[in-house]
């Protein structure tokens, strides 16, 4: 994309209002506009890399029988009755609302009620389960405090799936088969160096549900990290018992801050029992449908990363979300040609490049490319025509080629 | 995708609470399911449906200089306190919420007053426009009654696109372009001719908006469509003044029920004014910048095209529209391994198919097909690989092809 088609601006001050590092450096960086606490616009750029977030985490949950669906957003007290999750009391995030005549709805926090619900149409026996619908949505939650920027927010984007299976013995097995599914995407975000499968507590039903946790400086949780084993322990849950089950020794474990990035539920029977989801087994009685719940924040995920890979120029994106992968600079007129050139000839090859084509000076130029946390800023100048090499750094360490334009048609067109 | 996988099923009974013709076929045919009224959830096929109206409507407006980003449906009552739409009063479809500290929020109805708020950061010289941003976003409205299936619903999606010109001249200009752009995508919808750039009234600013109507026996629009001209009046502006400055005369006209599909409005000032939004020109002024928004509602359309195409067998999908382009039927186990080798091949080359793998009865399988309204039907049974040749129907006019599987794959892979 031309910078001269794109209708944001970046800004040098932090906005005023505003104390997370990942809002400030995404609305300097024209990425998101905050509306109110909690509350944020996806501008173009912001939009593309959450684009990019979901889809990564769409190919993993097709890829483990995921089907994409999408329930909406009002919801009817009936359903939330029917569990005892319409009481404020009970759920203290409920945003709800009313028709002129009282009428009274609530925004879904979330969607166990309501989607156990719907399944009741379509399960009525083993050959119907196991059954695995996800979604994208818009979750609300009447946070009174919001502070922390996209990572934690009033209205956030949410990927919820379900499980339904004929028991313990296929849920487990798919539940495995998800945990490993989110290693994969947090690899693929590029966080998968810092991101443990965590044991929590498993509330009512589970002994554990299991977490994703990303060690971060500005986690809000306290993990206990088992480097050895790949896996980690939260604080709640870090007893002398819970060590022994899972074999592991106190002086094994380092205590790190980490921010939660997903979380995996077994849910058991808890909905379905109160909802009335049942089905014919194979030994033809009836019986209890086993769920599971397992959730990611894509804008949640967004924020966490791009607080935490920021240096002091500002954001530095992992490839595969960037909202494109080179920043093309061209400094002087008469190098116009040549980077309209290359401009086109990257983009037909469908390479993202965002191409700084406005009338600015060059030291603009640089501070927006690192601001925006390009992957690569190509740089084509006057001088560099006369040369035929052409600076190419890359954002995340600095590092610097001089290549010719053939040299970088093949460092990115594989 | 096979139907083993997939968690709907078909139901032959219309559900009891539903008056409307779009959302009984839908629900019977597993593409939505009601909430409640005017609030749909959209499962896998409604999904899929959905998802391609959308990618429609975003190439179009991609061509014209549309640049997508999403804004928020939770507002800030001080935003439209600017231009008193706060008011319950003066517009009476808003959802409004609150914390639990009393802090009041809105669900936007629509999004006129917080993108003219965001432009503000934006906008500051001739040279930042025009600037065409749009989104997909759901909007809430708290109608009384809503039963017109997904056709006007209390929560919605619904493309919004608004544009922002330096005078009167460059928006007319887009305003022109937009027009057109809006009859290429009911074109492809399969709705061209059927839909009409309809003159409506233009409120406070301008003589006219225009609306898009579609010709169908449940609109709730009168208007009065030349053919010749390819346009058409809406009722509210029907009378010889109106119809002397378009050059039309009565006996060419033809009544006709309309749906509205999509609408276009020249704003002028009235939303910059309010807000505050100005710029420098190359004059040195400051001055207003001239605005225009412009909607289409893809799952209203979605609910209008179930609706006008459907014959007593159940849906009849347009071809770009489909939730897959070949409906795969198997008659028995001796067929399942050509069937599932049909089903490799076509989907490896990216046509969707829906193979239905189930152990159910021909009967059962050809009800649904017709039910689903896929384009076309192909059935791989027993009597067929012996006679090498395979029925191949299709669904909008029952027409029946005897083809090889050759015969199959050259017309579909193209």
């Known amino acids: 994309m031309k910078m001269s088609q794109m209708f944001t601006k970046t800004s040098k001050n932090n906005p005023a209002d505003e104390v997370s590092k990942n809002a400030q450096l995404l609305i300097r960086a024209g990425f998101v506009h905050k509306e109110m606490a909690g509350v944020y616009d996806f501008l173009p750029l912001g939009k593309n890399v959450l684009d990019k977030i979901v889809q990564i985490i769409r190919e ?20 939330w009755q029917a569990t005892n999750r319409w009481d404020d ?11 002129s ?24 026996s083993y050959k119907d389960l196991p059954s695995y619908p996800y979604q ?41 088969e998800i945990s490993k599914a989110y290693l994969r995407i947090f690899d693929r975000l590029g ?24 060690i971060s400086p500005v986690g ?48 058991g029977y808890k909905f379905s029992e109160a909802l009335g989801l049942k089905f014919i087994d194979s030994d033809e009685k009836e019986k209890l449908v086993f769920m599971g719940s397992y959730g990611i924040g894509p804008s949640r995920v967004m924020g966490l990363i791009a607080e935490h890979f920021a240096d002091d120029k500002g954001l530095v994106w992992p490839e595969n979300i960037a909202p494109a992968k080179i920043y093309l600079m061209q400094i002087g007129e008469d190098a116009k040609e040549l980077a309209e050139e290359v401009y086109n000839k990257l983009t037909n090859q469908g390479i ?29 100048s006057s001088r560099a025509i006369k ?22 048609y093949n460092k990115f067109m594989k």
Do not use: C
């Open 60 to 79: 993993e949950m097709n890829k483990i029988g995921g089907v994409e669906m999408s329930l909406t957003a009002l919801q009817n007290p009936e359903t």
């Open 136 to 176: 994208f949505q818009t979750k609300f939650r009447a946070e009174l405090r919001s502070k922390s920027g996209l990572m934690r927010g009033r209205e956030f984007l949410m990927k919820d799936l379900y499980s339904f299976s004929k028991d313990k013995e296929q849920h487990d097995e798919f539940y495995e």
């Open 89 to 99: 009391e009970v759920m203290d995030v409920w945003f709800k609302t009313k028709l």
């Open 387 to 408: 040369q035929g090499r052409f600076e190419l750094v890359t954002r995340k360490n600095g590092e610097i080629e001089e290549l010719t334009i053939e040299d970088i």
């Open 101 to 124: 005549n009282g009428r009274e709805f609530g925004l879904a926090p979330t969607h166990e009620e309501p989607i156990t619900k719907l399944m009741r149409n379509f399960i009525s």
């Open 220 to 267: 809000e949780d306290t993990i206990y990290v088992s480097h050895e084993k790949g896996i980690a322990i939260n604080q709640e849950v870090y007893n002398d018992e819970v060590l022994a089950e899972l074999g592991v020794k106190k002086e094994d474990l380092v205590e790190e801050k980490a921010v939660e990035v997903g979380n995996i539920f077994t849910l």
């Open 191 to 214: 966080l998968g160096g810092y991101t443990f499968k965590t044991f929590a507590s498993g509330g009512s039903f589970a002994k554990f549900s299991h977490e994703f946790q990303t």
């Open 352 to 380: 993202e490049v965002i191409y700084d084509d406005r009338n600015t000076g060059a030291g603009q130029k640089f501070a927006d490319s690192d601001l925006m946390g390009i992957p690569y800023r190509l740089t084509i």
